[in-house]
């Protein structure tokens, strides 16, 4: 891994004191140590978040966005084994591998994943949709409950995950999730009102052919039908 290959550079010059000792070449082996400590330093974090996404399952194709980083260094380091002052002269790793870039492109990549993930796992109960529930009084509290778990779960997904406990979260929020969903139901509502109520605020909907007398009335009583519209679907 390159973090270990600049590690192992920096010790080699903190070792080299003769190169130190040069007076005129202090002020440029002194820029490269700091250089070379800040690149380990951000590759360190980086690594970290690959290392967490990959016990999770996730590919990150590391071989790929390190393959220049890493030439570049290999040739850096033939140098520096033949001629130790080829550290102060100019080179790819230093003057044409941009790191902040590289550390972008990751952590893009693995932002995309996350969400991607976190998307796939969930359940599809959104946030307006609760709203509409939870102006009725017999589900207002598991709406409620619902409503934090989401605002919790769209939090976690905004954000970047450092530890293994994030991913243990969310398994653990659309569990629970999906439970209080099943529980959301009423012995002053009717079951086909119930279904009808968590299918209408779903991405799919509901059939124009599943909406029952019963249904309409319920809606009626109790001053829904204002929510309710119908659309074409985009895809006929």
Known sequence: MLIEKTEYLINELNDLESLQEISNESSA????????????????????????????????????????PNSAFNKLKIKWENDKSSILKPNDFFSKVDFKSIDNEVKINLQN????????????IHMGQLKVLKKIPDLSILVFELQEKLKMLNELKGHLPEEEASFKLVI????????LWEQLSSNNIPDEVVIFLKKAGND???????ITQEIMEWLNKNNLTHLCQVKFKSDV
Do not use: A, Y
């Open 29 to 68: 082996f002194n820029k490269r140590n700091v250089k070379l400590k800040s690149i380990s330093s951000d590759l360190e974090i980086l690594t970290t978040s690959v290392c967490l996404f990959s016990s999770q399952g996730f590919k990150i194709d590391t071989e790929s966005i390190f393959s220049f």
């Open 113 to 124: 994943q996350w969400e991607g993930h976190v998307d796939n796992v969930r359940p599809s």
């Open 172 to 179: 653990s929020l659309v569990s629970e999730m999906k439970e």
């Open 204 to 210: 799919d909907g509901i059939n124009l052919s599943e």
